[in-house]
């Protein structure tokens, strides 16, 4: 006999009746003994049901068979009838259904043993009631072809249903069998063996799994990823179709973003209306489908994504809304079109052969393309795209934040394939093991494929136009500056070959106070421009035009000229109820002929592409900083000054011909940017645009490409740069001399009276390399422009160069950025 405990284990235990008891018996008493003693083997077997040979061969009698029921079988029933053999063959399943019968087989009261059910061609219900109009009572699924290439826990398919199903069949009664104990019992009846069995329901363990809490848990954690990533996708899509002009598949943001929409309506079906398939909602076809094609989609989203990161490498970041690089373009269309041709191919394959040795082979293929070819492929894709993206950056001298942040992004897609292929393969096998085992490994693929989403989604940026965020994408984005306060995209030039080209550290060693470091907020700078109606066109030049005095009445007998807005309206709050002014964090290097409204609206896009906060951000603007008075002697504390605050923001108005880059005041405060061999720590570095320039800037790279950006920034000449005040621009000049000079840090006069005798310069000084920007501003009081003679051709070149490395690293941050 074969005893079934109640966990749904077999314990083989074998009655052998010839120790002279039944061995010398005639044939009649001994078959009496035989039926008694299953008899006695029923009534004391466990309480768990199942299908119990109870007639036949002898090595068979008692043979227990766990045999949980469909969910259109009636729950409770007992049948005790013989067994009769069915095969696939026996009907035709051309029309989709097993209307017609092929065979001569008699099932009347009998219990179907129905081996290798074509359930791809006819769901299970299908099939019970085709049995049934031929007679028979009972309907047992034995599926050989499951049993050779896994292990599977029987009952896994009994919650399966198709588009057509009635969902309720009161006979035959219907019950799965599927496991290796089976094959003997085939095998007998395949030998023409007549047996006779009982048959009722075996509780499927599986089914406990769906009540319980952590069951509930991964359905509301993968639910609510679903939603922060859909939120997301809808939003920046918004954005986007703003920001272009309407809808454009020709753009790789807005194809991705449609296509990770389409992914999370697919697996809201899978994972939210039926969770993980566990309440046989959504018909098993269609469930399948789903699972399948959101897995190739997603394969599709992974390699957009690292195509145009690798071709935005290809371009030192300066990145386009569209594949540039027809290298790239051709890459990316076959291995979509053959990702969607094998998945086609595959699936429908798979539902029109049935052959058994046929199906081993579609789920060998889909192991293959979904677990393993696809996220290899991919994993192979971004290690190329990774080291591809490492290079371009080192060789555009890229901030190094901006390296680390797309190396992480690279790093993050390779983990993510390869846990993708790891847990795709073991859920492939886990979809015909435990029903706890299978939600597990569901719940973290999902979590998986989730994330790349994420990460897809979250990559791009739209320019010009302010991005809504959700209520779960705020909440996501505090929890995250609360958890990584810090991180962010931009940071200071690296050294590398910017150190080589810059001679000393400049303007070092001089003492500012902290009135001269105070600093504005966007919304300061709002309220200012509608409390003085400045127009989109008035200049920023014109806020030195007002005069302002403390409020303080000690104060109010000096000249207004002595003081700058910030220590006049010190204690000033803005329109959003924060202090206006505080000590400052970015220095803004900036063009006072150009729009005063054109460059807030830049600082907000730099706010807002460097995720930081309006309230807390303080921006150094020397017509709100510095004093009238006092601009001349400026120019010897710039580089403490910048220094002090360690963040440079230059606003490029108009990109394309940046007037900032022909004033010599903002070129000498772009060059104490640049890290020395002396002061490596570098000065943070950025570029910004204003919305409308954002967009002409990325249209110019879509039509001319990546050199003519380059050459644009590039077309200075400092000898050419202008100042406001003619004295200022002679000042400078001579900065540059003394510093980028042939002898480095000398000042060379021609004067009708030698520096060497003037009175006015302490002897200790004369000559000193550490002291020539100290003593420049006191050797130009008595100099005449006409008096200087630079060192102005080594000088300048060298000036210029320093100039130009430093735009051409904070470019390619800046383009990584928008």
């Given at each position: 006999a074969r005893l079934i405990s109640r966990g749904g284990i077999c314990f083989h235990v074998r009655l052998y009746p010839p120790l002279n008891i039944v061995s010398g018996m005639?044939?009649?008493?001994?078959?009496?003994?035989?039926?008694?003693?299953?008899?006695?083997?029923?009534?004391?077997?466990?309480?768990?049901?199942?299908?119990?040979?109870?007639?036949?061969?002898?090595?068979?009698?008692?043979?227990?068979?766990?045999?949980?029921?469909?969910?259109?079988?009636?729950?409770?029933?007992?049948?005790?009838?013989?067994?009769?053999?069915?095969?696939?063959?026996?009907?035709?399943?051309?029309?989709?259904?097993?209307?017609?019968?092929?065979?001569?087989?008699?099932?009347?009261?009998?219990?179907?043993?129905?081996?290798?059910?074509?359930?791809?061609?006819?769901?299970?219900?299908?099939?019970?009631?085709?049995?049934?109009?031929?007679?028979?009572?009972?309907?047992?699924?034995?599926?050989?072809?499951?049993?050779?290439?896994?292990?599977?826990?029987?009952?896994?398919?009994?919650?399966?249903?198709?588009?057509?199903?009635?969902?309720?069949?009161?006979?035959?009664?219907?019950?799965?069998?599927?496991?290796?104990?089976?094959?003997?019992?085939?095998?007998?009846?395949?030998?023409?063996?007549?047996?006779?069995?009982?048959?009722?329901?075996?509780?499927?363990?599986?089914?406990?799994?769906?009540?319980?809490w952590w069951?509930?848990?991964?359905?509301?954690?993968?639910?609510?990823?679903?939603?922060?990533?859909?939120?997301?996708?809808?939003?920046?899509?918004?954005?986007?179709?703003?920001?272009?002009?309407?809808?454009?598949?020709?753009?790789?943001?807005?194809?991705?973003?449609?296509?990770?929409?389409?992914?999370?309506?697919?697996?809201?079906?899978?994972?939210?209306?039926?969770?993980?398939?566990?309440?046989?909602?959504?018909?098993?076809?269609?469930?399948?489908?789903?699972?399948?094609?959101?897995?190739?989609?997603?394969?599709?989203?992974?390699?957009?994504?690292?195509?145009?990161?690798?071709?935005?490498?290809?371009?030192?970041?300066?990145?386009?809304?569209?594949?540039?690089?027809?290298?790239?373009?051709?890459?990316?269309?076959?291995?979509?079109?053959?990702?969607?041709?094998?998945?086609?191919?595959?699936?429908?394959?798979?539902?029109?052969?049935?052959?058994?040795?046929?199906?081993?082979?579609?789920?060998?293929?889909?192991?293959?393309?979904?677990?393993?070819?696809?996220?290899?492929?991919?994993?192979?894709?971004?290690?190329?795209?990774?080291?591809?993206?490492r290079k371009a950056l080192r060789a555009a001298i890229a901030p190094s934040k901006i390296v680390d942040r797309i190396n992480f992004y690279m790093v993050r897609a390779i983990v993510l394939e390869l846990a993708f292929m790891v847990i795709g393969v073991v859920y492939l096998w886990s979809c015909v093991g435990s029903r706890a085992f299978e939600i597990i490994w569901l719940a973290l693929m999902y979590t998986v494929l989730v994330t790349k989403s994420f990460q897809h989604v979250a990559a791009f940026k739209p320019l010009g136009v302010k991005e809504w965020h959700g209520p779960l994408n705020t909440v996501r984005f505090l929890a995250a500056r609360a958890l990584f306060k810090g991180c962010g995209y931009s940071s200071s030039t690296r050294v590398g070959k910017i150190a080589q080209v810059t001679p000393t550290a400049i303007s070092k060693g001089d003492v500012v106070t902290d009135d001269l470091l105070l600093g504005v907020t966007v919304c300061f700078l709002h309220d200012f421009c509608e409390a003085h109606a400045f127009t989109r066109e008035a200049p920023t030049s014109r806020v030195s035009t007002f005069s302002f005095a403390p409020e303080d009445p000690t104060s109010q007998c000096l000249d207004a000229a002595q003081f700058s807005v910030c220590v006049a309206q010190r204690d000033a709050t803005s329109s959003d109820g924060r202090p206006a002014i505080s000590k400052a964090t970015h220095f803004v290097s900036h063009a006072q002929s150009c729009s005063l409204r054109k460059l807030v609206d830049a600082l907000e896009g730099f706010l807002f592409t460097n995720s930081l906060s309006k309230h807390d951000t303080y921006f150094w603007i020397d017509v709100f900083c510095l004093p009238r008075t006092k601009v001349q002697a400026y120019v010897a504390h710039i580089g403490v000054i910048e220094r002090r605050i360690g963040s440079v923001v230059m606003v490029l108005d108009p990109w394309n011909a940046p007037v900032c880059l022909t004033r010599v005041w903002c070129l000498y405060e772009v060059v104490h940017t640049v890290p020395s061999t002396r002061d490596a720590a570098g000065i943070t570095f950025h570029l910004t645009l204003s919305s409308s320039e954002r967009v002409s800037f990325v249209a110019a790279y879509e039509k001319f490409g990546k050199q003519h950006i380059e050459d644009v920034l590039a077309a200075f000449d400092a000898r050419n740069a202008m100042a406001t005040v003619e004295a200022d621009k002679h000042m400078i000049f001579a900065l540059i001399a003394s510093t980028f000079g042939a002898n480095e840090g000398h000042m060379f006069f021609r004067s009708r009276r030698s520096s060497s005798r003037n009175p006015s310069i302490p002897s200790s000084k004369r000559g000193s390399s550490a002291s020539a920007h100290s003593d420049c501003s006191g050797a130009l009081a008595l100099a005449t422009p006409g008096d200087i003679v630079l060192d102005s051709k080594e000088a300048f070149v060298r000036f210029n160069k320093t100039v130009r490395v430093a735009l051409m690293g904070a470019l390619t941050g800046h383009s990584w950025q928008i």
């Amino acid at each position: 006999a074969r005893l079934i405990s109640r966990g749904g284990i077999c314990f083989h235990v074998r009655l052998y009746p010839p120790l002279n008891i039944v061995s010398g018996m005639t044939r009649p008493w001994a078959a009496a003994c035989r039926l008694a003693l299953v008899t006695l083997q029923l009534a004391l077997r466990p309480s768990t049901a199942a299908l119990v040979v109870v007639a036949g061969p002898r090595e068979l009698l008692g043979l227990s068979l766990t045999s949980p029921p469909f969910a259109f079988t009636p729950e409770t029933f007992r049948v005790r009838a013989p067994l009769a053999l069915v095969n696939s063959a026996d009907f035709d399943y051309a029309p989709g259904r097993p209307d017609t019968y092929r065979g001569n087989q008699n099932f009347s009261g009998k219990i179907a043993l129905h081996v290798n059910v074509p359930w791809g061609s006819a769901s299970a219900e299908q099939n019970a009631r085709a049995l049934g109009a031929l007679g028979a009572v009972g309907w047992a699924m034995a599926n050989e072809g499951d049993v050779g290439l896994f292990t599977p826990v029987t009952g896994y398919n009994t919650h399966r249903w198709i588009r057509g199903d009635t969902r309720s069949l009161a006979t035959p009664v219907a019950v799965d069998i599927t496991s290796r104990e089976m094959l003997p019992l085939i095998a007998a009846l395949r030998a023409g063996k007549e047996l006779v069995a009982e048959l009722s329901p075996s509780p499927f363990p599986g089914r406990a799994a769906y009540g319980s809490w952590w069951y509930w848990l991964l359905s509301a954690v993968v639910t609510l990823q679903l939603c922060i990533v859909l939120e997301l996708a809808l939003t920046k899509l918004h954005a986007f179709i703003r920001s272009d002009g309407g809808l454009h598949l020709s753009s790789i943001p807005q194809l991705l973003l449609l296509v990770e929409i389409w992914l999370c309506a697919l697996r809201f079906v899978f994972c939210t209306i039926d969770p993980f398939f566990a309440h046989a909602i959504v018909p098993w076809r269609e469930n399948v489908i789903v699972l399948s094609q959101s897995t190739v989609l997603s394969t599709i989203t992974s390699s957009l994504f690292l195509v145009f990161f690798a071709d935005a490498a290809s371009s030192s970041g300066m990145a386009s809304v569209t594949i540039a690089d027809p290298r790239y373009k051709r890459g990316l269309l076959w291995f979509n079109v053959v990702a969607v041709l094998w998945y086609a191919i595959v699936e429908i394959l798979s539902w029109t052969i049935r052959v058994k040795s046929m199906n081993r082979i579609f789920i060998i293929l889909k192991i293959g393309y979904i677990g393993l070819l696809f996220p290899a492929v991919i994993t192979a894709m971004a290690t190329v795209t990774a080291r591809r993206v490492r290079k371009a950056l080192r060789a555009a001298i890229a901030p190094s934040k901006i390296v680390d942040r797309i190396n992480f992004y690279m790093v993050r897609a390779i983990v993510l394939e390869l846990a993708f292929m790891v847990i795709g393969v073991v859920y492939l096998w886990s979809c015909v093991g435990s029903r706890a085992f299978e939600i597990i490994w569901l719940a973290l693929m999902y979590t998986v494929l989730v994330t790349k989403s994420f990460q897809h989604v979250a990559a791009f940026k739209p320019l010009g136009v302010k991005e809504w965020h959700g209520p779960l994408n705020t909440v996501r984005f505090l929890a995250a500056r609360a958890l990584f306060k810090g991180c962010g995209y931009s940071s200071s030039t690296r050294v590398g070959k910017i150190a080589q080209v810059t001679p000393t550290a400049i303007s070092k060693g001089d003492v500012v106070t902290d009135d001269l470091l105070l600093g504005v907020t966007v919304c300061f700078l709002h309220d200012f421009c509608e409390a003085h109606a400045f127009t989109r066109e008035a200049p920023t030049s014109r806020v030195s035009t007002f005069s302002f005095a403390p409020e303080d009445p000690t104060s109010q007998c000096l000249d207004a000229a002595q003081f700058s807005v910030c220590v006049a309206q010190r204690d000033a709050t803005s329109s959003d109820g924060r202090p206006a002014i505080s000590k400052a964090t970015h220095f803004v290097s900036h063009a006072q002929s150009c729009s005063l409204r054109k460059l807030v609206d830049a600082l907000e896009g730099f706010l807002f592409t460097n995720s930081l906060s309006k309230h807390d951000t303080y921006f150094w603007i020397d017509v709100f900083c510095l004093p009238r008075t006092k601009v001349q002697a400026y120019v010897a504390h710039i580089g403490v000054i910048e220094r002090r605050i360690g963040s440079v923001v230059m606003v490029l108005d108009p990109w394309n011909a940046p007037v900032c880059l022909t004033r010599v005041w903002c070129l000498y405060e772009v060059v104490h940017t640049v890290p020395s061999t002396r002061d490596a720590a570098g000065i943070t570095f950025h570029l910004t645009l204003s919305s409308s320039e954002r967009v002409s800037f990325v249209a110019a790279y879509e039509k001319f490409g990546k050199q003519h950006i380059e050459d644009v920034l590039a077309a200075f000449d400092a000898r050419n740069a202008m100042a406001t005040v003619e004295a200022d621009k002679h000042m400078i000049f001579a900065l540059i001399a003394s510093t980028f000079g042939a002898n480095e840090g000398h000042m060379f006069f021609r004067s009708r009276r030698s520096s060497s005798r003037n009175p006015s310069i302490p002897s200790s000084k004369r000559g000193s390399s550490a002291s020539a920007h100290s003593d420049c501003s006191g050797a130009l009081a008595l100099a005449t422009p006409g008096d200087i003679v630079l060192d102005s051709k080594e000088a300048f070149v060298r000036f210029n160069k320093t100039v130009r490395v430093a735009l051409m690293g904070a470019l390619t941050g800046h383009s990584w950025q928008i």
